[in-house]
């Protein structure tokens, strides 16, 4: 057993993913309005907030024990700014079955970080089980769920600049929710999968098809296995040709950080065989 270290404040104070694509839209001084949905202990919230330190953020999430940890993280990393909603959301106000996932990997069995608490879905698990083998679905909890357009209205939101969606499956339900304040959305960074890790979520060609549909421009596309995520822009807010300009930008940077990841992985076999 590898007896490994992984901290949660290693990972928090790490760059967010997208940051590079972020500041290509928004100046870090900006108010904007971001909303963290699927928040799970409320990293990326707290990376966002880095970046943007002016910004209001709206965190979601409906698992007990993770909300536990994303009001001590916040606390942690003193956001000034934000509310927690302890809640799904979804395309509908109503009560609904939550399937909380728990686990983790044996060769991290001392690590400050919780594996298994990041899957939990409105969905019943599909191929998630199969593909991700130390991740298990033995409780299952009642949760309220609310609409985007409700949070609009309740917010008295005009535009959401920057929303992160990571609810396991149900990221298209999120958007249809939304309603015609879909169009209130500037920028979308979700999760998409290829295949059912969860019972009849929409996959991947069919979210695709919806932000195309809804005026969304894709930007960034990180799914490169089964499941990943993908970055889009509402044009009509930035402007058809600045989107374009940013898109070639951004390919052309990912792909010569990629060429120097694997210049970097075949230096170290090199020097592996060598030594």
Same mark, same amino acid.
């Given at each position: ?9 290693? #990972?928090?104070? *790490? ?6 694509? $972020? &500041?290509?839209? =928004?100046?870090?001084?900006?108010? /904007?309005? !971001? ?101 298990? #679905?033995?409780? *299952? ?6 609409? $985007? &357009?409700?949070? =609009?209205?309740?917010?008295?939101? /005009?535009? !959401? ?115």
């Amino acid at each position: 057993m590898k007896n490994v270290f992984f901290d949660r404040e290693t #990972f928090i104070l *790490q760059p967010h993913t997208i940051q590079f694509e $972020l &500041k290509l839209f =928004f100046d870090p001084n900006d108010e /904007i309005i !971001i909303c963290d949905v699927g928040s799970c202990e409320g990293e990326d919230s707290v990376k966002y907030f880095r970046i943007f330190p002016n910004s209001k953020i709206f965190a979601f999430e409906p698992v007990p024990q993770n909300i536990t940890y994303i009001k001590s993280n916040f606390k942690k990393y003193n956001l000034q700014n934000f509310k927690i909603y302890e809640t799904v959301l979804a395309d509908c106000d109503s009560e609904i079955i939550l399937n909380v996932s728990s686990g983790n990997q044996s060769e991290y069995k001392f690590c400050d970080w919780d594996f298994g608490n990041k899957s939990s879905s409105i969905y019943s698990p599909k191929l998630h089980t199969k593909l991700v083998n130390f991740i298990s #679905f033995e409780n *299952q909890i009642k949760v309220k769920s609310t609409t $985007l &357009k409700y949070i =609009f209205k309740e917010e008295s939101i /005009i535009n !959401i600049d920057i929303m992160q969606l990571d609810v396991q499956g149900a990221e298209l339900l999120v958007l249809k929710g939304a309603e015609d304040k879909i169009n209130n959305i500037k920028v979308i960074w979700l999760e998409v999968s290829k295949v059912e890790f969860y019972e009849g979520q929409p996959l991947e060609k069919e979210v695709s098809k919806f932000m195309k549909k809804n005026g969304f421009m894709l930007i960034k596309n990180s799914l490169y296995g089964l499941q990943g995520d993908k970055l889009y822009v509402k044009t009509n807010f930035f402007g058809f040709i600045k989107c374009i300009l940013i898109k070639i930008i951004i390919l052309y940077r990912d792909f010569y950080l990629r060429i120097i990841e694997r210049l970097i992985r075949l230096f170290n076999i090199i020097l592996g065989i060598i030594n």
